[in-house]
């Protein structure tokens, strides 16, 4: 596996000087009703804030020189010009930001997009400078946070398994400094410190998401992660199948019956300092995340189609995300409890495999009628839901690639959200402000009484086997393993957990690394306003 080799700094030198190999710079497009069109070409363009001294020494033919290569300023479109010794660096990128924000610097998010597309189109260079444009009031930190996870995230790369060397596939960029009025400041060097633990453990996900299932299965998951929390010094407990039995984990066993892999449940704690054994004296809040980590799906005896079942690898992204979100946690320090709950199970098809028409005892004593082995997911979180509220939560937050329902209402970006209303807002906003937009739906009684069983408490699916609120089904199957006190939401990543096309902004082709980010804003929101 890989992690993030690229190093990040501040800088406040003059981009013209900037001894670098590339410099970045910000590039608007304008309508010609916005100002004076070039003389010759169709609209305009505006460079953005930032790039004054390197416009200056182009004895301003930049913007004319940039559209004759072709450039238009449209968001993540990156554009190279040979300086010839105008600047000190050799090559200038222009990347675009689309039209110019009224009154205002771009928004986070254009300015991450932007910079991971900058970075990654300048693979081969050792050394690149983001001159993009900053805002100087309240929202600079956010900006600079998001201009410097984008870089990082835009220069990661899987290994992968190729025995020979691709001639075609240039080195990441080695190290990116970030332009900045005051590379002292500390508030400065604080963002960029932690938009490099967070974008380590995005990277971590991708890796844990990208590997092969034969080099990742229960137990060598539960080991890797085991193995990476000991390192930064979180609490580690793994139940391996013995445990798992003796504990009455049903749900999480009844799935990993069909494998020779064994299920696991891998636990992980961070307490602040101060905070006692496990902050429950109440000194602190206390937030337990749950990942699903199915690390392949065949669907079991419901056998899926086989068209596209590779990509049933990043069924374990969840778990990877909360796994990789604890080692962030564990650098971060808040002043928050956090616990997570990753069980791990393989759905495969075999003489031992759980069937439909089994019914299963899960942690918390409900018996569940299988209808579809290839809802899986939602039995091994149940039962590590219901002992995240045993050990005790004041907030549960649990993610999944748990239904193709969700990719159908919502597509590959946004996530689907259900639970406790005022978590879910607080879960939406954390989304929004990291980039991995989510949108609330809801948990209606009518798709719970389509899951009514005959011969147990709930049925796995609509007893009926009708699809309709499939994602919603999910939500409300899981809810029932939620202690009635605990506040929580479910996040459904099925569609933005793994992107199967060609790199855009700051996703490679891959794991993408959700929801690492949308985990970690929330825990700050906690920590900073509970």
């Known amino acids: 596996m890989t992690s993030p080799s690229t190093s990040l700094s501040l800088v406040d030198t003059d981009p013209a000087e900037l001894a670098v190999d590339a410099v970045v710079i910000g590039l608007h497009s304008q309508t010609v009703e916005a100002a004076e069109p070039v003389a010759g070409f169709a609209g305009t363009l505006l460079l953005a804030t930032g790039a004054e001294s390197i416009a200056a020494a182009f004895d301003g033919r930049l913007t004319e020189t940039l559209a004759l290569l072709g450039a238009t300023g449209s968001p993540g479109e990156v554009v190279k010009l040979a300086t010839l010794g105008t600047v000190s660096a050799p090559l200038v990128a222009a990347v675009g930001l689309g039209p110019e924000p009224t009154g205002a610097a771009p928004g986070p998010e254009t300015l991450r997009r932007a910079a991971a597309s900058a970075v990654r189109a300048l693979a081969g260079a050792e050394r690149v400078a983001l001159t993009l444009p900053l805002p100087d009031d309240e929202d600079a930190p956010a900006a600079l946070r998001a201009a410097a996870e984008g870089a990082l995230l835009g220069a990661y790369r899987f290994a992968g398994y190729k025995t020979r060397p691709q001639p075609t596939r240039r080195p990441a960029v080695a190290s990116v400094a970030v332009h900045v009025p005051d590379a002292a400041d500390e508030r400065a060097q604080a963002e960029i410190t932690r938009a490099g633990v967070v974008a380590r453990a995005v990277a971590r996900t991708r890796d844990w998401v990208n590997t092969a299932p034969n080099e990742l ?18 609490g580690v407990e793994v139940l391996d199948e013995q445990a798992l039995a003796d504990g009455g984990y049903g749900g999480i066993l009844a799935v990993g019956l069909g494998s020779a892999a064994p299920p696991r449940l891998v636990k992980l704690s961070y307490v602040p300092a101060g905070a006692g054994s496990d902050g429950s004296d109440g000194s602190v809040r206390r937030v337990a995340l749950v990942g699903k980590g ?56 075999s003489a031992t495999a759980y069937r439909p028409g089994d019914v299963v005892t899960m942690y918390n004593g409900k018996r569940v009628e299988v209808l579809n082995t290839d809802a899986e997911g939602r039995m091994v979180l149940g039962d590590a839901m219901a002992r995240a509220c045993e050990d005790g939560c004041d907030y549960l937050v649990e993610t999944s690639t748990l239904t193709g329902g969700q990719v159908v209402a919502l597509g590959k970006r946004v996530a689907g959200v259900m639970g406790s209303t005022e978590l879910c807002r607080r879960v939406q906003q954390a989304g929004d402000a990291a980039g991995e937009p989510t949108w609330p739906m809801p948990l209606p009684d009518d798709v719970r009484k389509g899951m009514d069983s005959e011969v147990a408490d709930i049925s796995q699916v609509n007893a009926s086997m009708d699809r309709a609120g499939h994602m919603l089904q999910g939500g409300i199957f899981l809810r029932e393993f939620v202690a009635d006190e605990v506040p929580w939401a479910h996040i459904d990543i099925a569609g933005p957990s793994y992107h199967s096309g060609e790199a855009t902004g700051y996703w490679s082709k891959g794991g993408t690394g959700v929801p690492v980010r949308t985990l970690l804003e929330l825990v700050d929101d906690i920590a900073a306003n509970d």
Do not use: C, H
């Open 294 to 349: 199915i690390t392949f799906d065949t669907g079991g005896v419901s056998i899926k189609p086989s068209q596209g079942m590779w990509e049933m690898k990043s069924d374990m992204a969840g778990a990877a995300a909360v796994a990789a979100t604890m080692l962030a946690v564990a650098e971060l320090k808040p002043a928050v409890a956090v616990t997570a709950y990753l069980p791990m199970a393989e759905n495969m098809p």
């Open 217 to 234: 299965r229960p137990p060598s998951f539960a080991d890797a992660v085991a193995a990476a929390a000991r390192e930064v010094g979180l």
